[in-house]
């Protein structure tokens, strides 16, 4: 099971917004929609952000959205914070109870 | 409160093998998966496989087939990570997650605070 693509990075100013990609398989992100997003802070366990494509756990704010058309997920950030700097990482279902995560994109607040 | 706490860091020779305890508590052990996640320094993070605690049953990544096996013990609401074999490589925070406690939906909502293993000669 190969790796899901995101960008290495990404960058904004505050205030802006920024889109990450994830482009995966019809065997993972194309073929089920379970694709989750994380944010990863440095030293840090990974939080939740997305999951089901487009849902926000509790306590996320709407400045976090999701799409999907076929094999690829994109997140944007709205509304870019300091806060926001940090790596996010998407991860699909991939059939089977298997899971693949994207390899990840640092997002830098300039 | 949802808590994944989990063993402390361990330093091993290659061609060891380390194991890395993940005790829960907040919820009931049994209904729902347990996860292992590997992140190399500086690196992304990679599934390496989950288990089921109420059947005992495990999945595990292609990658890693063979190296590492996930069980679960339902008396001490723990489960457990081990990787044999080890080698420079697999140098690593290891972290669980569990599934679906707090959403809906196959996503990993709590985590452990991680577990670094150093392998070195």
């Known amino acids: 099971q190969s790796a899901l693509t995101q960008p290495p990075s990404a960058s904004g100013s505050p205030g802006q917004s920024v889109t990450i990609s994830c482009t995966g398989t019809?065997?993972?992100?194309?073929?089920?929609?379970?694709v989750s997003w994380y944010q990863q802070h440095p030293g840090k366990a990974p939080k939740l952000l997305i999951y089901?494509?487009?849902k926000r756990p509790s306590g996320v704010p709407d400045r976090f959205s999701v799409s999907k058309s076929g094999n690829t997920a994109s997140l944007t950030v709205s509304g870019l914070q300091a806060e926001d700097e940090a790596d996010y990482y998407c991860?699909?279902?991939?059939?089977?109870?298997?899971?693949?995560f994207g390899t990840g994109t640092k997002v830098t607040v300039l | 409160e949802v808590q994944l706490v989990q063993s402390g860091a361990e330093v091993k020779k290659p061609g060891a093998t380390v194991k890395i305890s993940c005790k829960v508590s907040?919820?009931?052990?049994?209904?729902?998966?347990i996860h292992w996640v590997q992140q190399a320094p500086g690196k992304g993070l990679q599934w390496l496989g989950l288990?089921?605690?109420?059947?005992?049953?495990?999945v595990y990544a292609e990658k890693f087939q063979g190296r590492v096996t996930i069980t679960a013990d339902t008396s001490t609401d723990t489960a457990y990570m081990e990787l044999s074999s080890l080698r420079s490589e697999d140098t690593a925070v290891y972290y669980c997650?569990?599934?679906?406690?707090?959403?809906?939906?196959?996503?990993?909502?709590?985590w452990g605070q991680g577990t670094l293993v150093t392998v070195s000669s």
């Open positions: 997650a569990v599934a679906g406690v707090a959403v809906a939906g196959l996503s990993f909502d709590f």
């Open positions: 089901a494509v487009n």
């Open positions: 019809s065997s993972d992100v194309g073929g089920y929609n379970y």
């Open positions: 907040g919820y009931t052990f049994t209904d729902y998966y």
């Open positions: 288990v089921d605690p109420e059947a005992g049953e495990s």
């Open positions: 991860c699909s279902y991939a059939g089977s109870n298997n899971y693949v």
